[in-house]
């Protein structure tokens, strides 16, 4: 059998209608962004770019009762992280992090401290939680320009007190940029109330969107302290040698990923239909379920909670005296994708005493089933049992 538990990675399968709305552009619409007359297919693209805009500011709350200007399309989350942090910092000023992040914050944040900006990391516990009184001892100590936080890990799953952070930045006057990685479309999560200075999102995890696809949203007053890390064509101010300062032209140059926006836009409908709270509870069940299945193997440790609160399903274990690579291996010839290794988050594996051998991660999705857990812990036995 094959059975796909690499959630975290990317969602798989994706909605039928995000590939086929995909199809549909490169074969009916596939006009370039605002770089054409206005003939239907360009209005077609105009409109599609703007729908999608639109339901990414509703979707997390955006700032200007939801204004889509604020909404920048980025490859990615982590070129979205780059946009931000690095257009950000400048020398001498001051970020602060915490041991649970992804490389996608981790390194722009080493390359900038090459450059004179000072990093600071708060460690988390062997949880890989933030203690918010731990990140407010470190702001009363010293003056910040930023902070950078991770929503969930992408290793142990464990969900960061957001709105505690958030409020402890408000407070000490230091704009938060947050990584959702992990959370988009599996918790709701609300830009403006967080007063966050900008959200940063990947299109192809819980989205449901294809690779390819991410962005910002921004508050208007951090995107006009920003500068744009990439300049360049923006179909518009074409009579200007220098970066337009108007919103979304400022951080969009080039062409961007349209057959992908295409996608996302669909599967920004499906969860819109099926509910993002619907979406939450069946994969708190399966992880649930997941849970108490991993907790009775024989030697598996596992990292993090041991419970579902203040989680999502994102589980890493190891198993005594075994390679979690070797364990990857036995797994996949049985037909399950898992990820082992150290997942990009080398601080959080430290922080999580799973470091340098890192940890095997499973994580099923809104699609798993619980015939797919039974089977993937009977083929984990068997692959143990091999193994030892």
Not at 155 to 181: F, M
Not at 335 to 347: D, I, M, N, V
């Amino acid at each position: 059998m094959s059975c796909y538990l690499n959630n975290a990675a990317t969602t798989w399968p994706k909605p039928e209608c995000v590939s086929e709305s995909v199809r549909e552009f490169m074969l009916k619409g596939g006009a370039n962004s605002s770089r054409g007359t206005s003939s239907e297919r360009d209005m077609g693209t105009m409109n599609l770019i703007l729908d999608c805009r639109m339901r990414l500011a509703e979707l997390f709350g955006g700032y200007d009762d939801s204004n889509p200007l604020l909404v920048t399309f980025t490859a990615n989350i982590t070129e979205a992280l780059n946009f931000t942090l690095r257009g950000y910092l400048r020398e001498g000023m001051s970020v602060i992090t915490s041991s649970m992040e992804h490389n996608a914050v981790m390194r722009p944040l080493r390359a900038l401290e090459n450059r004179g900006v000072n990093v600071e990391v708060v460690r988390a516990d062997s949880h890989g939680r933030l203690n918010p009184s731990d990140f407010e001892n470190a702001l009363m100590n010293h003056k910040y320009n930023l902070a950078v936080i991770s929503h969930a890990s992408n290793v142990c799953g464990t969900v960061q007190p957001l709105n505690e952070i958030a409020e402890l930045c408000v407070k000490y006057n230091v704009p938060l940029v947050l990584d959702t990685a992990q959370t988009a479309g599996v918790i709701g999560i609300n830009a403006s109330e967080l007063k966050l200075a900008a959200l940063c999102f990947t299109g192809h995890k819980g989205l449901m969107g294809p690779q390819g696809t991410g962005g910002i949203i921004w508050s208007p007053e951090f995107a006009s302290r920003v500068e744009p890390v990439i300049t360049g064509g923006t179909g518009s101010y074409s009579h200007l040698e220098t970066q337009p300062e108007d919103m979304p032209d400022k951080f969009e140059s080039g062409t961007p990923n349209l057959p992908g926006i295409a996608g996302l836009n669909s599967a920004l409908q499906w969860l819109k239909d099926t509910g993002i709270k619907n979406i939450a509870e069946k994969e708190k069940l399966t992880g649930e379920y997941l849970l108490e299945k991993l907790l009775a193997v024989d030697d598996l440790i596992l990292s993090g909670r041991h419970d579902m609160n203040n989680r999502v399903s994102v589980f890493a274990f190891n198993v005594n005296g075994i390679d979690n690579g070797i364990l990857a291996d036995e797994l996949s010839c049985s037909g399950f994708e898992t990820r082992p290794g150290l997942h990009c988050a080398p601080s959080a594996h430290k922080t999580l005493n799973t470091f340098p051998q890192g940890a095997l991660r499973v994580s099923p999705g809104y699609f798993t089933s619980r015939d797919d857990i039974d089977s993937f812990i009977e083929a984990l036995n068997t692959a143990i049992g091999k193994s030892k």
